[in-house]
RNA sequence: CGGGGCGUGGCGCAGUCCGGUAGCGCAACGGCUUUGGGAGCCGUGGGUCGCAGGUUCGAAUCCUGUCGCCCCGACCA
């Protein structure tokens, strides 16, 4: 068995080794790729009901649109255009032709299945659904339009990394459609704040909201929020974005509605979206050298049970018991495992449980079952509790609550010790060469070439204007310039 | 696309400089003893050394080409 490197030696083969040891992903033979294993994808769906539940309550429905998108679409919005062009895979023929080539048999496109237009596979899919949009929008009746998608997009990425950036990946991107700039304002704010909701209440990563710079806003929007998060190696991480699109994309698709009153005008647009990356970042936020750690909420198994025996006799006695316990948690936390395997010693289940990032695991043994107790071992910090068989219910349930909130506090606690308030070049690239980076809440004059040289100079970026910031005029940290208040820099993923 | 590294049983690696019958650990399989934190001993099976050429009596090892993967940079959710 593979040991987890440790994280102070290599960051990017720990996170990779944790990825592997706990079964989430393995690579694809498609470049950049990955297949997602069933303990990974278990998360992701856990990940998918919790936010649909949320969008739902919040009038939200599902659909689908194709992932193939003519390539005059992607055209019809020039920022669009600018920021995807350069990592689109293109459907050029639609049939193989078989050639024999040195005594081999090989298949190539088929010339004269050539497209007359070439079919881009979706890398976000705004083009599609406006171009849609316009055949359903007619009236201010018929806005708003909230609509949520779940679907594959790929983006050919030069670097690609598990999770984080894979070249296809998973996601939900929420197209709305409505009749004044102060409701897709509102709409994008909102769905911002279901992401840090998610993030911080079911994932227990704590984020800092607010608004993205120029530079770095999505192309075609006319404002961008995030909602960043603070690896275990100080790097940081955009785990979720929300945009105000304006009416970029109804002009660029035509897409206008007859108010109440007053002329036809083109709608107003807003998108947002959640993918498969989320899931590099519950990794990275959590997990230990021991392997990946999980917040109960979002977690397949919450907790398994392991019995310990020695003779058949006792090994029937236990194993009975501990899936009359499974049976008593079930309702509360879903299927819970036995782990009965007689191959394997319990040692070896422990870390193999662990490795998986269940919270909580439950061992019971010829003492345990003469005492009418289990023993209770938390996953995250070792804590370890004995229980009545007749509270285990409550018992594990507490155990679960008060991971879940210890995992969020701990977060906390790292993002606070590693956020720095900077107010001189010297101490910001002081921060980043010398005292390991982290999160630099500094001045900047807001002027996108000023953004840009920080960038080339150390690599940092601002990750966004905070909206609970400091907003003390002061000077920017690089060029000195004046500021109306301090953003959060940080390098990212 | 630039810089570095690596392709050897299922997994992790040694062997390559200096050519000479392909090895180690883990896993698998069988047996006995074990079982409250990754068990021990004995035994068994499994590899055209990424691929293609070349040099040589002889190539994992040397030469040429080629494919793939990983890490760093540019790109980015």
Redesign the pocket.
């Known amino acids: 068995?593979?040991?987890?490197t440790k994280r102070s030696e290599?960051?990017?083969?720990w996170y990779?080794d944790v990825i592997r040891?706990a079964e989430l992903a393995d690579?694809s033979?498609?470049?950049?790729c990955m297949v997602i294993r069933p303990n990974g994808y278990a998360i992701w769906e856990n990940i998918q009901r919790t936010l649909d539940d949320r969008f739902k309550e919040l009038g939200h429905v599902n659909a689908y649109f194709p992932l193939l998108i003519p390539k005059s679409f992607l055209a019809k919005e020039a920022e669009h255009v600018e920021?995807f062009a350069?990592?689109c895979a293109i459907v050029t023929h639609h049939r193989l032709k078989q050639v024999t080539r040195d005594g081999k048999v090989d298949v190539v496109p088929d010339p004269e299945s050539k497209l007359e237009e070439e079919y881009i596979i979706r890398?976000t899919s705004e083009t599609v659904i406006w171009d849609m949009y316009r055949k359903w929008i007619q009236s201010y009746r018929d806005l708003p339009i909230l609509i949520n998608q779940w679907a594959n997009?790929?983006?050919w990425?030069?670097?690609?990394?598990?999770?984080?950036?894979?070249?296809?990946?998973l996601?939900q991107e929420g197209h709305t459609a409505h009749a004044t700039a102060a409701e897709g304002r509102a709409e994008t704010l909102q769905m911002l704040e279901v992401y840090r909701w998610f993030a911080e209440d079911i994932l227990a990563m704590p984020v800092i909201a607010g608004t993205k710079t120029a530079n770095?806003r999505?192309?075609g929007a006319v404002e961008?929020f995030?909602i960043e998060a603070m690896m275990q190696d100080n790097k940081a991480?955009?785990?979720?974005?929300s945009h105000d699109l304006g009416q970029n994309f109804a002009r660029a698709f035509d897409v206008k509605f007859q108010p109440a009153e007053g002329p036809v005008d083109y709608v107003w647009a807003t998108s947002w979206?959640m993918?498969?990356?989320i899931i590099?970042s519950l990794i990275m936020t959590h997990s230990d050298d021991?392997?990946l750690v999980l917040p109960p909420r979002i977690a397949r198994h919450k907790a398994v049970i392991v019995p310990?025996?020695?003779?058949d006799a006792e090994k029937a006695a236990?194993c009975d018991k501990a899936r009359e316990l499974a049976a008593l948690l079930r309702p509360t936390l879903g299927p819970v495992p036995v782990d009965d395997r007689?191959?394997?010693?319990?040692?070896?289940k422990?870390?193999?449980w662990?490795?998986k990032g269940v919270p909580v695991?439950l061992?019971?043994?010829?003492?345990?079952?003469?005492q009418e107790t289990?023993?209770l071992?938390a996953r995250h910090d070792?804590a370890?509790t004995s229980v009545p068989f007749g509270d285990i219910v409550q018992g594990v349930q507490a155990e679960l609550d008060r991971i879940q909130q210890d995992l969020y506090d701990r977060a906390k606690q790292r993002l606070l010790d590693n956020t720095h308030v900077i107010d001189s070049w010297e101490q910001f690239t002081d921060l980043y060469e010398n005292r390991g980076g982290g999160f630099a809440m500094a001045h900047h004059c807001g002027d996108g070439a000023c953004e840009e040289t920080i960038?080339?100079k150390t690599?940092v970026t601002i990750r966004n204007i905070p909206f609970e910031r400091d907003e003390t005029p002061g000077r920017c940290v690089h060029c000195g310039q004046p500021s109306i208040g301090r953003v959060v820099f940080a390098q990212?993923?």
Do not use: H
């Open positions: 068995m593979a040991e987890i290599d960051y990017s083969r990779l040891e690579n033979p498609v470049r950049g920021g350069k990592e890398p997009v790929m983006r990425e030069m670097r690609t990394r598990m999770f984080l950036r894979t070249t296809e990946f996601w770095e999505f192309a961008t995030s991480l955009q785990a979720a974005t979206g993918s498969t990356r590099g021991d392997g310990i025996w020695k003779t236990v007689d191959n394997l010693r319990p040692g070896w422990y870390s193999e662990e490795r695991r061992e019971l043994g010829p003492r345990d079952l003469a289990a023993m071992k070792r370890k960038q080339d690599k990212g993923y």
